[in-house]
């Protein structure tokens, strides 16, 4: 005589699962609906990039630098780690100075010290006015800086290279 409680006797034994089964649909929806949300951000990263202008020129149309003049400065950024202490567009800053807020904030010095030296009533006021204007023609790829805007740069450009 066998026992019906021996092994290998008696009805096979379904092993219970140690997650519900809607714990495992709910972990695969959050999954899913992460990867797309995250596949959304990198597709807006290249698409709303901001411009990169073909070429900037003067008032006059005569080219102060191009687009090879600015790729060439971001190789060089990468090149020699920069990343790691200052930033590009705003971004970073941690270990050393944030380059773009320092050039916004020395090129507006030195536009309000032109426009003051020029006679112009409010250079606060014209300065902000000349900075925030967007002089970036999408159809022909330039921007256009003011004088001003030339005088400073060539300036800033001989600070960052001393």
Do not use: C
């Amino acid at each position: 005589m066998v026992r019906a409680d021996a092994p290998g006797t008696g009805p096979a034994r379904r092993s219970e699962p140690m997650v519900a089964k809607g714990w495992v649909q709910g972990v695969a929806l959050v999954m899913v609906f992460g990867f797309f949300v995250m596949g959304l951000l990198a597709l807006r990263t290249y698409t709303d990039a901001m411009p990169l202008p073909g070429r900037v020129v003067d008032e006059r149309g005569r080219t102060v630098f191009t687009d090879a003049d600015i790729t060439s400065g971001q190789q060089i950024f990468l090149r020699r780690g920069l990343q790691q202490y200052g930033s590009i567009v705003g971004h970073g800053g941690y270990l050393g100075p944030d380059y773009t807020a320092d050039y916004l904030r020395r090129s507006a010095v030195l536009i309000e010290e032109d426009l003051r030296a020029s006679g112009t009533a409010d250079p606060k006021a014209a300065v902000t006015e000349m900075l925030r204007a967007n002089r970036y023609d999408e159809a022909t790829g330039t921007l256009r800086f003011t004088d001003a805007q030339v005088r400073a740069f060539e300036g800033l450009k001989r600070h960052y290279t001393g």
